[in-house]
């Protein structure tokens, strides 16, 4: 079976604590944990299957990890990947840009190749605007533990089922 490789960035913990759930959910032995700031372009190789992670961080930015990276994603070649993305964010606090750092990294890496797949429902959501938005869905599984953390074990269940079936595993 092909392994799926997860690269994260998290800063306070909360996209690292879904990001373990992510795998869990899948089996350890089949998801590969990468956090961002400490791997280089050659770690993407090896995977077809790939989960992007990245909390929208101050006014619709990217984590720093991730924005330190962010000009690295054009010395790889994404094409014939498949891509899902997850994001944490605040959908209250942050209402004009939840989201944004999914939004900003699905545009980038499908435009270096890679296919998205693991779009989520924007049902259950209470915000105004987001990036990671295209043809009315997220580009990936929105995760706001500030404001609906009841929800985070049902909507990772859910969209990791989703990928299973998206990513063949």
């Not at 944490?88 to 190749?113: P, R, V």
């Not at 989520?120 to 599984?141: C, I, M, R």
Request: glycine share 12%.
């Amino acid at each position: 079976m092909a392994k799926i490789g997860l690269f994260y960035g998290s800063t306070t913990g909360k996209t690292e604590m879904v990001v373990e759930s992510i795998q869990s959910g899948f089996g350890a032995d089949v998801v590969d944990l990468h956090n961002i700031a400490d791997v280089d372009e050659s770690d993407f190789e090896e995977y077809t299957n790939l989960i992007i992670a990245c909390p929208t961080w101050n006014i619709g930015e990217l984590q720093s990890d991730w924005d330190g990276f962010f000009p690295d994603l054009d010395n790889i070649d994404f094409s014939g990947k498949k891509v899902a993305y997850f994001g944490t964010g605040d959908q209250i606090g942050y209402a004009d840009n939840f989201q944004d750092a999914m939004g900003i990294l699905e545009e980038k890496i499908s435009e270096l190749g890679g296919k998205t797949v693991g779009y989520w429902s924007t049902d259950g959501y209470d915000f105004n605007e987001s990036k990671a938005l295209k043809n009315g869905k997220f580009v990936g599984l929105a995760i706001d533990e500030d404001n609906q953390s009841d929800l985070t074990d049902e909507r990772v269940a859910a969209w990791v089922a989703q990928l299973k079936n998206e990513f063949g595993v």
